[in-house]
């Protein structure tokens, strides 16, 4: 029973071909393209729910609205507390509820009140984690005076475009609206490009993290206890790639799309567990979200500016409103306090020997650390519950040499030397997809289509879901 | 011109992916839009069916290379099962009754003793005159108020769609924690009884009993996937949901799958979906619990309601309910159809509660 839109579906496909024509037949007007996208991005809201696209366009006004009052009064008090008070508003009733109210009746009740908290029964409106980090964006730039306020329909837009909508990447206004409001006429982007990314985006949905999902990681996180010490260490190094593959699948997709319709939205990813520490980490996942969360929250409370302990409870801080953005569990708080935290241990260690990186061997070491650190924290990330991760974590403390001897033994190896080798194959795979750019235009098709047909010969059938969609 | 140059490319591609993807592509748009979905004019050319021919020849390949490569999966846990041939509908069922699932019995051919009513929601049951045996297994040592009973070793299988992907994981966690007893979870999502084409349970229930002889509770929980009109035949026009030869087909399906369950000593909970958002497909509900009840009832299994579990008492549907302590709990998520973490632990727990285990101890939790 699938009603939702997925941008890997056949029907999406063929809708997106009959509006692809469309909107470049009306190249001549960039008031008329942006006002197609516009209908179509609405009509993609709407076919989630009405209530949906009830509440964007409800939350499109009152943005505008505060943008017009920024612009009058940039960087007073109120805007910004009006701001704050409309984003934390949204998320709370929208998002944070279930679960504040829930705690907040929790630790009444061990005191000793019995008390029910008003509860408003609302469905989450598809989008809002990302379309409110826009807005915040958007108004924050009018407020330092970076910009003035935009048109209606142009800020409508730049909350609502349809490829970023459902699971980012998160836009910056400054980047984003001068496309909104090109000076000349629109073209396709890097096209060759465009397609080869959505292909990539088959390959590791379909394909990847389809069969990683259904192999290694389901059975274990879903009945954690039932399996050997090693298959929960590599249904664990299976999440991590999984997670990965499903995403930046998620971001090469749209990435491809907006490329095809003329728009360039922020790098999300970047080779990720090539990183050295879990600094690097972060610059290289989920980009635009830990550069937004870097600039908005981080810096915001004073950043590294008020001394060692200060900085790193900002870090700390930082994390945290990641973590609970992600989802409102206590999982997702344990998930962004181990990167808080481990990011102050990681600054820490590289204050007190800062030359370790470069003695030999120790830069495979520290990619490998990262990559196992990482990967513990998506433990919490993905487990339905905290008896569940702890559970998986006590399992994978039982691994025995014996135990480590079997077929699953080979695969945990194959993880490791996988990572290990990482650079290299990135190194092979960018090569190659260079070659394939320089395939003639005539000709490129060919081998995307037999490509991507292989691929799906290969895979399972069934469309995946995009894990970060339900955030 | 990027964009002349941008359609070309995705033009030909998607032609390329249709042409070698018209099988599967067929079968998605008849599970989703139950309709044939036959290209007209194209769709039996020759040179188009080529596409067709070159994937099914790459997927025997590939089959003939697996099988080659992984001669018995079922290796790795105990003694070596033997395998059995196909089952064939053996038992005490009227011979005229559809049991073959692959292709359901044409309309002429149904027997009068079927309803004529478009929509006998509760009609007595017509067809199989099978005779109402005792329940698989007939476990002696049943406790009052439970319907079904596992020893040591035993197996629990579990069959169905994303409504019992989301509960599977407690059942298991239940079972494995509380009474060290293993289960065996091949629910999958989209699927039914509706589509053999697309996803085959019959076939399924029957190839996994025959490699699972631990097996000796299979509970099953689907609906959703099946209100529609389902193909029944290569060229044929599709079966109108809710028609009379609709429900001799679907009845077959279920006596199917109860049919595998009688012939391995498996004892069966059958679960009826619960009310939906959408009224349409509520009301579709109510009609297939009726065929799910009634038809486990003549096998002597047993049959439970999602319904009273997540305290629905009538066809109304709602997103939160009031547990007996008197606090709301939200047990739907915001689709109308699926359930959230706390409804699918209750429907769990009100299917293990009817499960007696005679000699196993709770084990903390």
Request: charged residues 10%.
């Amino acid at each position: 029973m699938d009603y939702v839109v997925s941008f890997l579906s056949i029907e999406f496909g063929l809708c997106f071909t009959l509006f692809f024509i469309l909107y470049w037949s009306l190249c001549w007007s960039v008031r008329l393209q942006n006002l197609l996208l516009l209908t179509a991005s609405y009509g993609l809201v709407a076919s989630f729910s009405l209530q949906s696209l009830y509440i964007l366009l409800g939350y499109s006004a009152l943005v505008y609205l505060l943008g017009l009052l920024a612009g009058r009064y940039p960087g007073r008090w109120f805007s910004r507390v009006l701001l704050l008070t409309l984003v934390l508003g949204c998320f709370y009733l929208f998002k944070y509820q279930e679960f504040f109210v829930g705690g907040a009746q929790g630790a009444l009740a061990a005191a000793g009140f019995e008390v029910s908290l008003p509860l408003l029964e609302v469905l989450v409106p598809i989008g809002l984690s990302f379309y409110t980090f826009h807005s915040v964006s958007y108004l924050v730039s009018i407020n330092r005076r970076e910009l003035a306020p935009a048109a209606p329909l142009d800020l409508a837009l730049y909350l609502a475009f349809f490829p970023s909508l459902v699971a980012g990447p998160v836009n910056r206004a400054l980047h984003m609206l001068p496309q909104i409001r090109p000076p000349a006429m629109r073209q396709v982007l890097e096209p060759q490009r465009a397609l080869g990314l959505i292909a990539m985006a088959v390959v590791k949905l379909f394909f990847l993290s389809a069969w990683l999902g259904s192999e290694w990681v389901d059975p274990v996180f879903d009945t954690p206890g039932s399996a050997s010490p090693e298959q929960v260490l590599l249904s664990v190094y299976g999440y991590s790639l999984l997670i990965y593959f499903n995403f930046s699948g998620y971001t090469n997709l749209v990435t491809g799309i907006a490329l095809l319709l003329g728009f360039r939205l922020p790098d999300n990813f970047d080779a990720p567990y090539a990183a050295h520490n879990l600094k690097e980490f972060w610059g290289r996942w989920h980009i635009s979200l830990s550069r937004f969360i870097r600039d908005y929250v981080y810096i915001p409370l004073g950043g590294n500016r008020k001394g060692v302990w200060r900085g790193n409870l900002n870090m700390l801080l930082a994390m945290l409103v990641s973590g609970l953005w992600h989802g409102a569990s206590v999982n997702f708080i344990i998930w962004g306090a181990l990167h808080g935290v481990g990011l102050a241990i990681s600054k820490l260690f590289s204050q007190w020997f800062p030359g370790f990186a470069r003695l030999p061997g120790c830069g495979l070491l520290a990619r490998l650390m990262t990559f196992h650190y990482v990967a513990f924290a998506w433990i919490f990330f993905r487990s339905p519950t905290l008896d569940g991760a702890l559970e998986m974590l006590g399992d994978i403390g039982q691994l025995s040499l014996a135990g480590l001897n079997s077929a699953t033994g080979l695969m945990l190896l194959a993880c490791v030397l996988f990572v290990a080798s990482y650079p290299q194959w990135l190194v092979l795979l960018r090569q190659s997809g260079a070659l394939f750019q320089r395939l003639p235009w005539q000709l490129y098709p060919i081998p995307l289509g037999v490509g991507v047909s292989l691929v799906i010969f290969a895979s399972q059938s069934g469309v995946p879901g995009f894990i970060y969609a339900s955030f | 011109m990027g964009a002349a140059r941008g359609l070309y490319a995705i033009v030909v591609t998607t032609a390329l992916l249709f042409w070698l993807n018209q099988d599967s592509i067929k079968l998605y748009c008849q599970q989703k839009y139950h309709q044939s979905c036959e290209i007209p004019l194209l769709g039996q050319m020759p040179a188009w069916r080529m596409g067709a021919q070159l994937t099914a020849m790459l997927e025997a390949q590939r089959d003939g290379l697996l099988e080659q490569l992984l001669p018995a999966p079922q290796l790795a846990e105990g003694p070596a099962v033997e395998v059995l041939p196909a089952p064939l509908p053996v038992v005490t069922v009227d011979l005229e009754t559809p049991a073959a699932v692959a292709k359901p019995l044409p309309p002429v051919s149904t027997p009068a003793h079927v309803q004529p009513t478009p929509a006998p929601v509760h009609a007595p049951a017509p067809v199989v005159v099978a005779q109402p045996a005792p329940p698989a297994s007939a476990p002696a040592l049943l406790q009052p108020g439970t319907v079904a009973s596992l020893a040591a070793g035993d197996d629990v299988f579990l069959v169905g769609d994303s409504l019992m992907q989301g509960v599977a994981p407690h059942l298991a966690n239940s079972l494995r924690k509380r009474y060290q007893i293993r289960t065996v979870n091949l629910s999958k999502q989209s699927t039914g009884l509706a589509y053999p084409g697309f996803f085959n349970w019959p076939k399924t229930v029957a190839d996994t009993l025959d490699h699972e002889p631990n097996v000796r509770l299979m509970v099953v929980f689907l609906g959703p996937n099946d209100p529609w009109d389902m193909p029944q035949g290569k060229g044929k026009p599709f079966l109108r949901f809710k028609s009379p030869e609709w429900e001799v087909a679907y009845r077959a399906r279920i006596d199917s799958i109860l049919e595998q369950a009688r012939t391995h000593n498996v004892q069966v909970i059958w679960v009826g979906p619960p009310n939906m958002e959408k009224a349409r497909l509520s009301t579709a509900m109510g009609y297939l619990s009726g065929l799910y009840q009634e038809q486990t009832a003549l096998f002597g299994q047993h049959y439970v309601s999602a319904n009273p579990i997540l305290g629905y008492t009538d066809a109304n549907f709602s997103y939160a309910v009031q547990t007996p302590q008197g606090k709301r709990v939200k047990v739907r998520v915001d689709d109308g159809i699926h359930f959230t973490i706390t409804g699918q632990k209750m429907i769990a727990e009100q299917v293990l509660s009817l499960i007696s285990f005679p000699g196993l101890t709770v084990t903390g939790h």
